[in-house]
């Protein structure tokens, strides 16, 4: 596996869940299912450089174009309903599987 930059100390990698190329800038993206804190989370790359923000997609207030989800901050990244499905089904999967009760305390100031 290719070698990701910029994660927390206690952040892995365990494997990409899907990848695209950025249509504005040419950005690899990818959406990884990493194990973070004990739990597993999604979390992006740009260019194998991770970039913070909430561990599930989280859904848009108003929909653009395909995009229905987004998750990241600075960039904020679009995702489809099929993109927020699958990141969701291979994170609550795997938790599931562990018997891991996921938290989601993005924004909540909890850190």
């Known amino acids: 596996m290719s070698e990701f930059t910029d994660m927390p100390e206690d952040m892995e990698v365990v494997e990409p869940i899907f990848e695209r190329v950025l249509q504005n800038t040419g ?3 990818e959406v990884c299912l990493v194990k973070h804190k004990g739990q ?6 740009f260019n194998m450089k991770y970039k913070p923000g909430p561990p599930l997609p989280r859904p848009l207030e108003a929909v653009s174009g395909q995009s229905t989800h987004w998750m990241g901050v ?3 990244v679009g995702l489809t309903q099929e993109e927020a ?3 969701e089904y291979e994170v609550k999967g795997i938790n599931a599987l562990y018997r891991i009760q996921m938290k989601d305390e993005w924004g ?3 850190f």
């Open 108 to 110: 909540t100031g909890a």
């Open 40 to 45: 597993y989370e999604a979390a992006l790359f």
């Open 85 to 87: 499905e699958k990141v």
């Open 74 to 76: 600075r960039p904020k």
């Open 27 to 29: 950005v690899l993206l």
